[in-house]
């Protein structure tokens, strides 16, 4: 019985788009080998270069790291640190951790919510702010505590967070 | 292999040293409940049902993953364990939208049939009534997600017998969800290929055939285990 020839090799195209960015991710994948198992590592060089992982990249992903789709999008929504949607211009950050959240988080949440109409993992649709939550910070002697656009606020209130974020939300009445 | 010998429900049995304390308590004709355990299927250990009492102290631990050892004293059916599986169970059941009366699997469902022999006739929890889809994209299967329980036998059935990892977990804790590729449309999958194993794996009635009203389903799960011994054993059981 005559044998097969052995599979060529698939060999992924590159993005037709012709997106510089596509490129840099080519090269950040060849230096882990296009190992499938440096997939967490490949999708925070993509979120480094892109913003946020859309579909078409997590397909891209998926396609050079030969691994199938359904993990990738498995992996990347597992973590809270992958974005799937463009983040706003401006994001805030409010812990629930144990000590925030005994401080009061949830009260920010919801003086977020009446402010600037979000809630946790969504943004304004002027894509001005994102707001987001962690599961503490590691800021716990100064609970509760918030990160504005990567700046932890401490013993935070309500008052004062709409202090803060003024110009930030349009509408808002801080 | 080396042999072992171990304690079940006082009963003295002996085990090879590389089974799991489900495997070793099965083969002597003691019953372990479990819902996400399929024989053939990779271990998950992930519904918790299989908790038995071993080891010093009675620490709990999942059988079905769970290896044998020399001179264990292992218990399966305790009044802690039995208060443990009934819990476990109502919080299944509060955790989606599980209405027998309405659903394709009345009388085939493994997670109802588990409840029966817990005897969990009724709930001491609260329903949480979440909102979730059903996707009836595809043109043989629909997947109802108010009756998934996350026991992913549909996802290592379709990794590991059919290969083609069509499903995977997306999201984490009270938003995780089966999902197939992108979490696309199921009838738009690229990998799928329309082969059921996953069907016939699901224990409730997410995953179901189209065409079936309610209790009039049977999931072929017989197939299911004749695909594994033939693809494992090179054993055809017809």
Redesign the interface.
């Known amino acids: 019985m005559p044998t097969a020839p052995p599979a060529a090799e698939a060999r992924p195209v590159p993005h037709p788009s012709g997106d510089k960015r596509f490129k840099l991710l080519e090269v950040a994948m060849k230096k882990h080998q296009f190992r499938p198992d440096a997939l967490i590592e490949v999708l925070h060089a993509a979120q480094q270069l892109f913003g946020y992982l859309e579909?078409d990249l997590?397909?891209f992903v998926a396609r050079h790291l030969k691994l199938?789709?359904?993990?990738?999008?498995?992996v990347a929504?597992?973590y809270h640190f992958f974005a799937l949607k463009p983040r706003g211009r401006h994001t805030c950050v409010v812990c629930t951790g144990t000590a925030c959240y005994v401080k009061g988080a949830d009260g920010l949440l919801a003086a977020l919510r009446r402010e600037a109409g979000v809630g946790p993992g969504e943004t304004t649709p002027d894509d001005n702010l994102s707001v987001l939550t962690a599961r503490c910070i590691g800021a716990c002697g100064i609970a509760p505590a918030v990160v504005l656009d990567g700046t932890v606020k401490g013993h935070v209130t309500a008052d004062a967070l709409a202090a803060e974020m003024k110009g930030w939300v349009p509408g808002g009445t801080g | 292999m080396t042999a072992v010998t171990l304690t079940i429900d006082g009963k003295l049995v002996t085990a090879r040293a590389d089974e799991t304390i489900l495997q070793a308590a099965r083969a002597n004709g003691i019953p372990i409940p479990t819902l996400c355990h399929v024989d053939g299927l990779s271990a998950h250990g992930g519904c918790r049902l299989c908790l038995v009492e071993a080891g010093p102290g009675g620490r709990l631990q999942p059988a079905c993953v769970i290896k044998v050892a020399e001179g264990q004293d292992v218990r399966t059916d305790t009044a802690k364990l039995r208060e443990y599986r009934k819990l476990i169970l109502e919080l299944l059941f509060a955790e989606g939208n599980h209405v027998c009366a309405v659903c394709v699997a009345n009388g085939n469902c493994e997670l109802q049939d588990a409840a029966a022999a817990a005897g969990m006739d009724h709930l001491t929890l609260d329903y949480t009534h979440p909102r979730r889809e059903v996707d009836l994209s595809h043109d043989r299967f629909g997947v109802d997600h108010n009756r998934c329980i996350l026991c992913t036998r549909c996802v290592r059935a379709c990794d590991e017998l059919e290969g083609a990892h069509t499903w995977d977990m997306s999201g984490r804790g009270a938003n995780s969800k089966v999902i197939t590729d992108l979490n696309q449309p199921w009838g738009e999958s690229a990998t799928c290929t329309s082969c059921g194993k996953c069907f016939m794996a699901c224990p409730t009635g997410a995953i179901f055939r189209k065409g079936a009203t309610v209790a009039e389903m049977d999931h072929g799960r017989a197939k299911l285990d004749f695909l594994i011994t033939a693809r494992g054993r090179k054993q055809w059981n017809v």
């Open positions: 579909l997590l397909l199938p789709p359904s993990r990738v999008y498995g929504t597992f």
